[in-house]
């Protein structure tokens, strides 16, 4: 057995094929298939079922594959405390950012972490929060920027708050500049993400709190379609300080809210044995201090 072997398993077990298995692992789908073989020979148990359309796992092969996750996670660790060792802001860091921060949070501050630490080579992965969150616990991310809360024990740094907006189409029946009360959400039909974005699920805390309607029929892949959607007069929406800089007053009217807390918290998180603390702590109090310039405390 070797960490190559257990590599394909994890990637098996993650596509359910050995065609994309094989492609992600760049050998040949013969290859992958003799490894997977030889694996479960000397485990001495079988790891997935195996049919004409796909491939699933075993019971013996989801309690192994944990094992095989941590032991992939902890060779990883260890490469990188190596090359901490040598300079901890040089070599590479893998770092996801979920979809409602990435296009909005990224381009302010690429440019300056680049210089700040040139030797550093940095990987960006966009994705939800719960693929974030498992890719961050198997070792194949350094750091995500995600919103609190996160249910799982990561160490993180608060970068910054960020407040909600009302948004809505420009002839909506509100005066520009006047700031909203929660309470005028109630019974307006407010449109938001599908499901697995953690901003839909502020939103609707915030939504159940003074009973607004979320929209049922429609719910968007981004906050660009919520955008364009709310635009053109389907419904209102909340979007956050970062995501309605720029907008012109004839695409939409973005309105402050007058409550306290209307706001989400991003923060950058790491696994608590991570050798790149010091690289992400160094990186976490950029952005942070960048975002003290773009987002003033006590200024929505």
């Not at 635009?231 to 402050?256: D, F, H, N, W, Y």
């Not at 992400?280 to 942070?288: N, R, T, V, W, Y």
Request: a negative charge; glycine letters at 6%; proline letters at 6%.
């Amino acid at each position: 057995m070797n960490l190559r072997d257990l590599q394909y398993f994890v990637v098996l077990a993650k596509t359910e094929h050995f065609g994309e298995a094989a492609r992600q692992c760049f050998v040949s789908q013969p290859t992958l298939s003799m490894q997977i073989k030889k694996l479960e020979d000397e485990l001495g148990v079988q790891l997935f079922e195996r049919d004409n359309k796909r491939v699933m796992l075993t019971d013996s092969g989801r309690l192994l594959l944990e094992r095989a996750r941590s032991i992939l996670a902890e060779v990883a660790e260890m490469k990188a405390i190596a090359n901490t060792a040598r300079d901890p802001f040089a070599g590479e860091l893998h770092l996801g950012v979920i979809p409602t921060v990435a296009p909005y949070l990224l381009p302010l501050i690429m440019s300056g972490i680049q210089s700040h630490f040139p030797q550093l080579k940095i990987w960006l992965i966009e994705d939800k929060t719960h693929r974030l969150v498992q890719s961050l616990q198997e070792g194949t991310l350094d750091a995500a920027i995600m919103a609190l809360p996160v249910a799982l024990d990561f160490d993180y740094q608060l970068l910054y708050e960020e407040p909600f907006y009302f948004a809505c189409s420009p002839d909506y029946p509100l005066p520009a500049g006047q700031a909203v009360k929660l309470e005028q959400l109630a019974g307006q039909p407010v449109m938001l993400l599908e499901e697995g974005h953690c901003l839909r699920e502020q939103a609707m805390s915030i939504c159940k709190t003074v009973k607004a309607e979320t929209t049922v029929d429609f719910t968007a892949t981004s906050l660009e379609t919520l955008r364009l959607m709310v635009q053109a007069g389907r419904g209102i929406t909340l979007m956050p300080a970062l995501a309605v800089r720029g907008i012109a007053e004839s695409e939409l009217k973005i309105l402050p809210f007058a409550n306290p807390g209307a706001s989400r918290r991003i923060a950058l998180f790491w696994r608590g044995s991570s050798a790149k603390r010091r690289c992400l702590e160094a990186i976490g109090d950029f952005i942070s201090d960048k975002m003290v310039t773009i987002l003033p405390p006590g200024n929505p």
